[in-house]
């Protein structure tokens, strides 16, 4: 995608001076900084602050982006291959409250056309709230994003009767997953081929920290995948909830980064999943939210 045609002068609300353009590919340090800007203000996903989530997130089909001088201050990507289109923006936090944000939703809106928009937000402020409830946005998904730092580790006693090992791919894990999982509201049962492939091909996997919960019979109780510094999934089949054995798992895996070196463990929980508590219990503290917004 090209850099596009520049736009200088009058800007947003009285703001002289900003010259608007389409950013691409050569812009990324640009929009991993603002993004990295969004984060230390808001809190919210780390990895936004990276070059591939950045990436997929802001260099979608349409990009409009808000420079001043040789700063970006305000970005959007907009997706058009899909119904509905889908958005990510951005405004810098010193930037706030002058209409940047309203006028790149504008901008999306008009991308988006009879489509409907999706509106993903990696970093949440509740300056952004307020305008998407004020544009007739429903808010349909909220994350919290948590973060554990290493330096006191919990501790939890091993259940009764269970032992830990480290999980195989493959269908014992995939069944242990959908057996924990399916009574979640909205659960879409993927493909097992799918699951484990997208655990497998992860560049961040961590096989070693993988594990899987057994009681005394040899039943499978319960299991955690990890990827890079990451607790990626936490499940608890249901004749075993209530007896620690999600919260042993997650104990097992924050000792096993710590003797790795890591410095901090993360996950990202719904705020309507009550395993949120539980987290903050084992010493995880918020970080931040996540979250989409729909407009039809």
């Known amino acids: 995608m090209g850099s596009g045609s520049a736009v200088a002068g009058v800007g947003v609300s009285g703001i002289d001076g900003l010259v608007w353009r389409e950013y691409g590919e050569d812009d990324l ?11 230390a203000t808001d809190g919210g996903l780390p990895l936004f602050g990276r070059t591939p989530l950045a990436r997929a997130r802001l260099l979608q089909t349409r990009t409009h982006g808000a420079w001043s001088g040789g700063d970006l201050v305000a970005a959007v990507g907009v997706g058009t ?35 409907g928009l999706l509106v993903t937000t990696e970093t949440w402020n509740a300056g952004a709230e307020e305008l998407f409830a004020a544009r007739g946005y429903t808010r349909t998904f909220t994350e919290w994003v948590l973060r554990h730092d290493l330096d006191a580790l919990p501790a939890v006693a091993a259940p009764d009767g269970v ?7 493959g269908p014992e894990l995939f069944a242990i997953y959908r057996l924990s999982f399916a009574d979640r509201p909205g659960f879409v049962e993927p493909e097992a081929g799918e699951w484990l492939g997208d655990l497998r091909d992860d560049e961040d996997f961590r096989p070693e920290l993988t ?40 104990a097992r895996v924050l000792r096993g980064f710590a003797g790795a070196g890591a410095e901090a463990a993360w996950l990202c929980v719904n705020d309507d999943n009550p395993a949120a508590g539980l987290y903050r219990r084992l ?12 407009r039809d």
């Open 29 to 39: 340090p640009a929009l991993t900084g603002l993004a990295q800007a969004c984060l």
């Open 81 to 115: 291959a899909r119904t509905p289109a889908t958005a990510t923006g951005l405004v810098h936090p010193v930037w706030r409250g002058r209409g940047l944000g309203g006028t790149l939703l504008d901008w999306a809106e008009k991308q988006a056309g009879d489509a």
């Open 163 to 169: 032992t830990v090992e480290q999980a195989t791919l």
């Open 211 to 250: 594990l899987l919960a057994r009681g005394p019979a040899g039943e499978a109780a319960g299991f955690v995948t990890v990827l890079d510094d990451w607790i990626d999934q936490v499940g608890v089949v249901p004749l075993w909830r209530g007896r620690r054995v999600g919260a042993y798992l997650v």
């Open 283 to 294: 010493g995880f503290h918020d970080f931040g939210r996540r979250a989409r917004y729909l």
